[in-house]
């Protein structure tokens, strides 16, 4: 099995087109819309100043979306606004005029009837499309790939959806909702597009925004140099990564993309650089379960063309390592509960920072005392046993072993 740190530059193309539909402007109308919730908190930016000493960079800042809606990540910001705009266009109500109390009305639900909404997960995008589901007032199916933990599951089966694990992995339980939707009439909302399947999982990605511009609120005049961002089939790296180039339009932070080992999809299409989408097949059996994707979504490959630097294929231990430091801050700093998924990106920072044998890495990021590094922990202790047995017993060391050098041009490990 290929592990190590692979890096890859990504084809580059004027920015615009592709990141066209997101805006800093369009991004207030989806704040506006998710503020109209009666659950909505904005979520922490943690500024984690004892850290970033030891790391010898100026500053890093953690957005916290563990308490986001009370679900324990961010998925549900894409399907609750995805959600509200296919009813909002089935019904005629303008975008701008999309809130909680309109949609729940029962004005609205008489016009509508009763919708059944599909979704395939590793766990968080379906535990959001079943919760917005129940507050709508609506059904929810949700597949779930083979290798989910159980807690996942249930998570969304007590949100009223009818949901299962499959014995199969994330993309066939995609195509296979996908199918379902198509013959029985059901709404597909998933956060990844395909050829005819566009419309939805730009909804999806534009629903990121508002995680996106409160954090950019929340640094209250601090502009980061770069942004770290995982990836499962990219839709969320590419909605930050499009918002924030729009927020930062004088001075755009260096954005870096960053994938597992087992699921790097944007990695092997950056790698090969041809023109084509390069999937990754198998059982994507990574520690990182929301970035257990094979897929690229479409619609983020262009955006993110337009705005990111580079990708990088990393080991799972990284991840591990990232919920070890943000779950046992420095003096001063605050604690982050920060799964598998979500720690991945602090966890590269903080390795590349501090090995020696990772020096080729810190260098090809930029990183150094004047660095101020942004990173977003999409999701909390989602899976609490894997938590406990990562950050108190230990599960997945750093590797101590030297993880080579690596050959930027060839895009793989020398």
């Known amino acids: 099995m290929r592990e190590g740190f692979f890096w890859a530059d990504m084809p580059t193309a004027p920015y615009g087109e592709g990141a066209a539909f997101l805006t800093a402007a369009g991004g207030q109308d989806v704040l506006r819309y998710h503020q109209s919730f009666p659950q909505y908190t904005q979520t922490p930016l943690a500024k984690l100043d004892g850290l970033a000493a030891r790391l010898g ?10 308490y986001r809606f009370g679900l324990n990540a961010f998925k549900v910001l894409g399907g609750s606004y995805a959600m509200g705009r296919w009813i909002a266009g089935r019904l005629g109500i303008a975008p701008e005029e999309m809130t909680y109390d309109h949609l729940t009305s029962e004005e609205v639900r008489g016009k509508l009837g009763e919708v059944t909404f599909i ?15 129940k507050a709508l007032g609506q059904k929810s199916v949700i597949y779930m790939p083979s290798g989910t933990a159980r807690e996942r ?4 089966r007590k949100l009223g959806a009818d949901a299962s694990i499959l014995d199969t992995n994330y993309d066939d339980c995609v195509r296979l909702a996908a199918q379902h939707a198509r013959e029985r009439g059901w709404v597909m909302v998933q956060d990844t597009a395909w050829e005819g399947y566009e419309e939805i999982p730009r909804w999806i990605m534009q629903g990121y925004a508002s995680m996106a511009l409160e954090a950019s609120g929340q640094l209250e005049g601090v502009t980061p140099t770069h942004v770290f961002l995982q990836a499962g089939v990219g839709s969320l790296a590419g909605a930050v990564a499009g918002l924030l180039r729009d927020v930062y339009k004088k001075q755009p932070p260096r954005v870096f993309i960053v994938e597992p080992n087992k699921a790097d999809c944007l990695y092997q299409t950056a790698r090969q650089n041809d023109g084509r989408l390069h999937a ?6 990574t520690i990182m379960a929301g970035l257990a994707c094979g897929e690229v979504c479409t619609i983020a490959w262009d955006v993110l063309k337009e705005t990111a630097q580079a990708v990088i294929s990393c080991p799972d231990w990284v991840a591990a390592h990232g919920m070890r430091v943000l779950g046992n801050p420095e003096k001063g700093d605050e604690r982050v509960i920060s799964g598998e998924s979500g720690a991945v990106t602090t966890g590269l920072a903080a390795a590349a920072m501090q090995r020696e044998d990772l020096a080729w890495l810190r260098d090809a990021l930029g990183l150094d005392e004047k660095s101020v590094v942004l990173c977003f922990s999409t999701e909390g202790d989602t899976d609490q046993q894997n938590y406990r047995d990562v950050v108190w017993q230990g599960k997945y060391p750093s ?14 490990e020398v």
Do not use: C, F, M
């Not at 100026?58 to 957005?63: D, E, N, P, R, V």
């Not at 990754?280 to 059996?285: C, F, I, N, P, T």
């Open 57 to 66: 960079i100026k500053g890093l800042y953690i957005k916290d979306e563990s």
């Open 153 to 156: 599951l249930e998570n969304i």
């Open 119 to 133: 979704s395939a997960t590793d766990g968080n995008h379906g535990r959001g499309v079943a919760w917005t589901a």
């Open 399 to 412: 590797d101590p072993k030297h993880t080579g050098e690596y050959n930027q041009q060839k895009g793989r």
């Open 280 to 285: 990754v097949a198998g059982s994507l059996d």
